[in-house]
């Protein structure tokens, strides 16, 4: 499973405290930013399951950074299912 935020991280430092906290507290949770990204984004790859989205929105929001997660684009349209 992967999930992918939005953030407003901006500088590489944030992101690796990020990194390393995200990775201390879920042990199987894989974790990249993309800064350059107009989103700065951040993915998450859980390699045991679901991922625990609002837990890191939380983490991320008590070291001063908003975040939301971005909704998968690619989904199909109701239409295009029937």
């Not at 500088?11 to 949770?29: L, Q, S």
């Not at 989103?39 to 625990?52: E, F, N, P, Q």
């Not at 070291?63 to 349209?77: C, I, M, N, R, Y």
């Amino acid at each position: 499973m992967v999930e992918v935020f939005k953030t407003n991280v901006s500088t590489a430092e944030d992101a690796k405290g990020i990194i390393d906290i995200i990775e201390k507290n879920f042990n199987f949770y894989q974790v990249n930013f993309d800064l350059d990204d107009c989103d700065r984004i951040l993915r998450v790859k859980s390699i045991t399951g679901d991922i625990a989205a609002d837990q890191i929105i939380y983490l991320l929001k008590q070291k001063g950074f908003k975040s939301t997660v971005l909704l998968d684009d690619f989904a199909p349209e109701v239409d295009q299912i029937l």
